[in-house]
C-alpha cells in the first residue's frame, strides 16, 4: 500500500506560478513512477508530466516549457513536485497524483484545484 497526500493547489493570476506537492509513503520502495494528471470540468482526465524511479522525466506537450516534474526521497517518503510556471486559464483543473509500482498496481491522490484567473 502507499500513501498520497498532495498540497499546493490554490487561486493564481494568469502569468503566476504555484508549486504542487505529492508525498508518498508506504510501501515507497516498490514505486516506478511517480505521474501527475489533471481534469478540467467536463473533460477527460489527461496526462500532465512523469518522473521515473531513474529520473527520466516526460512533459506533456500542452505545458512543455511550463510545467518541470521533480522528486525528492527519504528513507520513507518520496515526494515528487510540480513546478508550473506561466499559467494559464486553461490550466484551470483538478491535479492528480498518480503513483505505479513496479507490477503496474497503481494510487491515486484525492486531487488538489489550480484555478488561474484571466
Known amino acids: 500500500q502507499v500513501q498520497l497526500v498532495e498540497s499546493g493547489g490554490g487561486l493564481v493570476q494568469a502569468g503566476g506560478s504555484l508549486r504542487l506537492s505529492c508525498a508518498a509513503s508506504?510501501?515507497?520502495?516498490q514505486i516506478w513512477s511517480m505521474e501527475w494528471y489533471r481534469q478540467a470540468p467536463g473533460q477527460e482526465r489527461d496526462?500532465?508530466?512523469?518522473?521515473?524511479?531513474?529520473?527520466?522525466?516526460?512533459?506533456a506537450d500542452s505545458v512543455k516549457g511550463r510545467f518541470t516534474i521533480s522528486r525528492d526521497s527519504t528513507e520513507n517518503t518520496v515526494t515528487v513536485y510540480l513546478q508550473m510556471n506561466n499559467l494559464k486559464p486553461e490550466d484551470t483543473a483538478d491535479y492528480y497524483c498518480?503513483?505505479?509500482?513496479?507490477?503496474?498496481?497503481?494510487?491515486w491522490g484525492k486531487g488538489t484545484l489550480v484555478t488561474v484567473l484571466s
Open positions: 496526462f500532465v508530466a512523469r518522473i521515473t524511479r531513474d529520473d527520466t522525466t516526460t512533459v
Open positions: 498518480k503513483v505505479v509500482q513496479h507490477g503496474a498496481t497503481s494510487y
Open positions: 508506504g510501501r515507497v520502495f
